[in-house]
Structure formats: structure tokens, C-alpha cells
């Protein structure tokens, strides 16, 4: 049984910054992770995405050079620190896992998180 629990949302000012967390347990960390997020009447989106090793990173547009993908392997354990934080980055921030490198689908993850919520406000 795989488990991965995010935390560190929470409500912050525009421009402020907030570290999101995501302990995965149950099985070999040799997974892809991602994080997607999903704001109310949207669609997920594809946020970052790190090879297992982490020699490879992707960011979505909206997010390159504000976000930042993380991992540490001895703790099972994905980060994604959020600067320069917009209204629009509001959403549910979800971590996923065992997706296809390179994958932006969520589909194509095998497993979810429950997710975060983080809230930026103006």
C-alpha cells in the first residue's frame, strides 16, 4: 500500500513564500515524482516533475523561476518551495508519484496524495 501525505500549505500574502512537503511511504522511492495542483472549477495541472535521481526537472511555465522541486531519497521525501507567490497559484497542490518521465499528464501517475491547500492573497 502506497501512502503520500502533503503538508505545508496554508494561507500566505502575494509575494510571500510557503514550502510544501510530501512523505511517501509503503514502497521503493525509485519513482518520478510530481506536483500537480487543481484551483476550484479547473482542471489539475502539471506544476514540477523530478526523476528519481533528481538529474531532471520540469516546470510548468506559470511556475519557472518562483518554484522549485526537491528531493530527498533517504527520507522518501518530495519538496516544492514556492516564491514570489501569485493570486492565481491558489489551488489544492497535490504530490503524485510513479509517472512516466517527463509525464505533465496526471493520468499517467499511479499514485495520489490527498493534497494541500495553499491560498495567496492579494
Known amino acids: 500500500q502506497v501512502q503520500l501525505v502533503e503538508s505545508g500549505g496554508g494561507l500566505v500574502q502575494a509575494g510571500g513564500s510557503l514550502s510544501l512537503s510530501c512523505a511517501a511511504s509503503g514502497r521503493t522511492f525509485r519513482w518520478t515524482m510530481g506536483w500537480f495542483r487543481q484551483a476550484p472549477g479547473k482542471e489539475r495541472e502539471f506544476v514540477a516533475q523530478?526523476?528519481?535521481?533528481?538529474?531532471?526537472?520540469y516546470y510548468a511555465d506559470s511556475v519557472k523561476g518562483r518554484f522549485t522541486i526537491s528531493r530527498d531519497n533517504a527520507k522518501n521525501t518530495v519538496y516544492l518551495q514556492m516564491n514570489s507567490l501569485k493570486p492565481e497559484d491558489t489551488a489544492v497542490f497535490y504530490c503524485?508519484?510513479?509517472?512516466?518521465?517527463?509525464?505533465?499528464?496526471?493520468?499517467?501517475?499511479?499514485?495520489w496524495g490527498q493534497g494541500t491547500q495553499v491560498t495567496v492573497s492579494s
Open positions: 503524485a508519484a510513479a509517472g512516466p518521465a517527463g509525464s505533465t499528464k496526471p493520468n499517467e501517475y499511479q499514485y
Open positions: 523530478m526523476n528519481w535521481r533528481g538529474a531532471s526537472t
